[in-house]
């Protein structure tokens, strides 16, 4: 009986490791957005002109990240799509102003994947 406690006891937590959850491996670092479901982590950023942004998907499913003219949605720039697991880079060549980040994939903006980016 004691032999099987301590194999429960070792055993679990590398279960609970592989049992999904909140992937997400650290908080976003400096000029990083992160993506999950229906979320940019963080909602609001700040950039100076030029800065290349690292965007990565720790969702479960596809995303983007697109930059918008608040007032008329105007599509400015933006990523591919990413599927799950997924990084790259998009550079922020836009003037100082505030731009809507959005996720185009059908229903995601619907569903509050939304945010703003400032730049200054």
Sequence with gaps: ???????LLVA???ALVGCGGDR??????PNE?????????PRDVT????????VRNEGQIAHDLTLEQPA???????????????R???RVDL??????MVCTVPGHEQRGMVGVLRVR
Aim: no cysteine; hydrophobic share 30%.
């Design 1 to 7: 009986m004691r032999l099987l406690q301590l194999s």
């Design 12 to 14: 679990l937590p590398a």
């Design 24 to 29: 997400r491996s650290a908080s976003p670092g």
């Design 33 to 41: 957005v992160v993506m999950t479901e229906y979320r940019f982590h």
């Design 47 to 54: 950039v100076k002109p030029g800065t290349e942004l690292s």
């Design 72 to 86: 008329s949605g105007r599509r400015l720039l933006g990523t591919n799509t990413f599927l799950s697991g997924d």
């Design 88 to 90: 790259g880079k998009l």
């Design 95 to 100: 003037p100082p102003g505030r731009y809507k």
